[in-house]
């Protein structure tokens, strides 16, 4: 499970049990890490399903996955004197609800985890869930296939407005680069 969340750039957070956390964005953002830890998951399934043949085989048992992803804002600490690190949050506690929900063999998806990757994943609506510790439903996908292996392509949804100030910094900022890469350029020696 280690190397496909770590294949895709995710980081395994802790092994709790007969489970695994694991989070993506966490050192290091990446525009698709919504779609990359939906593609780990599949990984794992896969890789599970390979390994489920052997157990089979040697000793007549397997092993069931369910998987649940979401997205969201989390508070994230590094202990490297402990050897651990800490991800906590809403996001965490509603994945880990997901998981549970999840029939076996099932990779079911949050809402924002969905927004992010509907472009790029088929998905079906669940009936929305009664989520442990939560008052409201939340609204579900279970994943059926990731349609390409091409990264996502985003559009602007919206026109950024009201952000001339940083728009004129923004400029002055690429200008100043391309005024001192021109005179760099020119007074190198050959």
């Known amino acids: 499970m280690r190397s496909a969340l770590e294949r895709h750039g995710g980081s395994v957070e802790k092994f709790i049990g007969d489970a695994v956390m694991a989070v993506f964005g966490v050192p290091m953002v990446h525009e698709d890490d919504a779609l990359r830890a939906i593609r780990a998951a599949i ?37 490297p004197s402990a050897g651990s690190s800490l991800v906590t ?18 990779i079911l998806i949050g ?18 869930l009664l989520l442990r510790g939560k008052t409201e439903r939340h609204n579900a996908y279970r994943l059926v296939q990731v349609l390409s292996d091409e990264p996502i392509s985003r559009r602007l949804e919206s026109a950024m407005i009201g952000r001339d100030r940083e728009m004129a910094l923004l400029r002055q900022a690429m200008d100043r680069v391309a005024a001192d890469h021109v005179c760099h350029l020119f007074t190198q020696p050959l």
Request: no cysteine; net charge negative.
């Open 89 to 106: 949050g809403d996001a965490v506690n509603v994945a880990a609800r997901l998981e549970q929900s999840a029939a076996t063999g099932e």
């Open 43 to 79: 990984d794992m399934r896969l890789a599970l399903a390979t390994l489920n043949v052997e157990l089979e085989r040697d000793w007549g048992a397997s092993i069931d996955i369910r998987t649940g992803l979401n997205t969201g804002e989390i508070v994230a600490g590094d202990h």
């Open 111 to 128: 809402e924002d985890t969905y927004s992010l990757v509907k472009d790029a994943v088929h998905a079906e609506p669940t009936e929305p």
